[in-house]
C-alpha cells in the first residue's frame, strides 16, 4: 500500500518568507509526527498528532512553527518568517496504535532558506 | 544523561566482519524497542522490532537487556549495502505512542 507521502520534496526560500510543508500519513494511521533533522544530526521531534486529542507541540522551538492536522489526515507543518537556522530535513511519520508504535516516516522535504 | 544513547561511530569494518552495536536507555519501565536504518540522505527505516526473547531476521540479531537496559543489534557476514546509520529507538514508560530515537551509530562496511 502507500506509504507516507511529503510535499514539496525540496524547498529553497529566502529568510523571512513562510513556508508550508505537507504531509500524507498512511491511511488509517491515527498518529502523525514532524521531525527535524539538520545535517549530520539525530531527529528532533517537533510535534504529535494522536486522533482528536489536542497536539503536543512540546517540540516546537519557537513561536513562528505551528502545526495542523485536518480531518484527522493530511498534515500542514507552517513556518514563519524563516530564518537561516530553520534549513534542515523535515521529516513526517505516522503509526496505528494497532500492532505496536513502529512509525513509518515519509521522504522528507529539504528545506534551504538563503 | 540522554533518554537513550548510543555510541556515534563510526564503526569501520570489512566485508564479511561480524559487528555488534549497543544503545543504552534511561527509563527501566520503557515497553517497546525498535532498531532503524537510515542510510544518508534518506529517512529512517524500520529494520526490525526488539522482544525480550530476542529474535533474528536473516543476518541481522536483536537483543535486549531488561535488567542492564541495553538493547544489541547484531549483523552477521556484513555487506557493503549494510553501510548506513543505525538507530536505537525506544516507547518510553507513559509516552503514549512516542518514540525517542538515539543519534545513531554509524557503520561502514568496507571492500
Known amino acids: 500500500g502507500a506509504g507516507v507521502s511529503q510535499s514539496p520534496s525540496n524547498k529553497v526560500t529566502e529568510k523571512g518568507k513562510d513556508v508550508e510543508l505537507r504531509c500524507d500519513p498512511i491511511?488509517?494511521?491515527?498518529?502523525l509526527y514532524w521531525y527535524r533533522q539538520s545535517l549530520g544530526q539525530g531527529l528532533e521531534f517537533l510535534i504529535y498528532?494522536?486522533?482528536?486529542?489536542?497536539?503536543?507541540k512540546s517540540g516546537l522551538p519557537s513561536d513562528r512553527f505551528s502545526a495542523e492536522r485536518t480531518g484527522g489526515s493530511v498534515s500542514t507543518l507552517t513556518i514563519q518568517r524563516t530564518q537561516q537556522e530553520d534549513s534542515a530535513v523535515y521529516l513526517c511519520a505516522s503509526s496505528s496504535r494497532v500492532g505496536g508504535y513502529e512509525q513509518y516516516f515519509g521522504p522528507g522535504t529539504r528545506l534551504t532558506v538563503t | 544523561r540522554k533518554e537513550v544513547e548510543q555510541d556515534p561511530g563510526p564503526f569501520n569494518v570489512p566485508e564479511g566482519a561480524t559487528v555488534a552495536f549497543n544503545c543504552t536507555y534511561s527509563n527501566s519501565a520503557s515497553q517497546s524497542f525498535f532498531w532503524y536504518r537510515q542510510d544518508c540522505r534518506k529517512e529512517p527505516k524500520l529494520l526490525m522490532s526488539?522482544?525480550?526473547s530476542g529474535n533474528e531476521d536473516g543476518r541481522f540479531t536483536a537483543q535486549l537487556n531488561r535488567a542492564s537496559q541495553y538493547i544489541s543489534l547484531l549483523i552477521r557476514d556484513s555487506k557493503l549495502s549494510d553501510s548506513a546509520t543505525y538507530l536505537c529507538v525506544v516507547n518510553l514508560a507513559n509516552a503514549g505512542n512516542m518514540l525517542t530515537f538515539g543519534g545513531g551509530t554509524r557503520l561502514m562496511v568496507k571492500p
Open positions: 526488539v522482544y525480550s
Open positions: 491511511s488509517g494511521h491515527t498518529a
Open positions: 498528532f494522536q486522533g482528536n486529542s489536542a497536539p503536543d
